[in-house]
């Protein structure tokens, strides 16, 4: 059965806003709680260690920097707004169709043109209770409304999902692996997901932290797109690439959608020096290794370290651990925050994702990683 709670949007309802009198936005877009990323600065700290944003550790690669400086004497021309050149490179990479391959400025502008094209006002937009937030806030951006269904162990329910999708549904978001929890669907799962609902639904499969899995019976989502006319992939060069400041993402459609999308989307809605340094970094084999191998030591030692200090986790097989804290007010998830923060430590507290005794900590540097292990050894232990 539905119930009305889970309609609600998660995150804190903003204050009302007394509108004086002038332009006013749709019904609905002052109720949006605005996207707050993740903290990047400590005042008085002059490098503080960012573990808030799933960042990548290592950087981009030197191929990506060099091919972006390169455009520096270029900016004048408008980008090529086909991105042919990164689709191509991508095909190549991943064994897939090209003209399926649509580029967008981060996935956060696939996630929108999406909902643009396929909800609106009456629409539901479905997603699991501690997905990315962007699901809802975009949802909400349409007039759409926001469908959370409920998790098992922070792990998205398929059933859950299945049970709440309703005549007036029209996309289901899931992250795999998701953000912020760290876990993920096997294939089968997903499959079930898919099978068990409506052609006319649409499934975008956010596959933003795919590059970090290791598990036999992950698979990002090509298959399906291949097999299906309502599934969607989408893809970021934020993470493992570590072009986060470039905006960079792409999705892989069937044609109808990747027909659909293109005729949404701005004409240059990519930039140049992106679609550079896209190219150069999905060709850069070596950097994605050095990358992946990083994360597979530095994940499974920090959970280790966690785990010893009684700081349980979701098992997570992407870029960063969701730590949970306990009650008491000396050792909770603020506590830990407010002491990470003072010794210079950045990471996220994720009351806005319904986790208030929760921290989200990116994998970071070797260096970073001892640092913010001997610090919680220390807050742990403390009295
Ligand atoms: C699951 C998920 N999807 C999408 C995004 C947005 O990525 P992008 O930087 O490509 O917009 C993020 C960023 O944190 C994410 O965690």
Redesign the pocket.
Known sequence: MRLARDRLPLYRKPEPVTIAPGPTPRPGILDIAPYVGGEAKIVGVERPIRLAS?ESALGPSAKAVAAYRALAGEIHRYPDGSAEELRQALGRRHGLDPARIVCGA???ELISLLLRSYAGPGDEVLYSRHG?L?YPIGAQTVGATPVAAPERALTTDVDALLERVSERTRLIFI?NPN?PTGTYLGASEVARLHAGLPPSVVLAI?A?YAEFVNRNDYRPGVGLVDRAENVVMLR?F?KIYAL?GLRL?WAYCPPAIADVLNRVRGPFNVTAPALAAGVAAVEDIEALKRARAHNDHWLPWFSERLAGLDIPLTPSVANFVLAGFPHDPRKNADAAFAFLHSRGILTRKMASYGLPQHLRITIGTGPEMETVATALTEFMGAR
């Open positions: 799933n981060g996935s956060d990315f962007m992250a953000n956010d933003a970021t934020s986060a993402g």
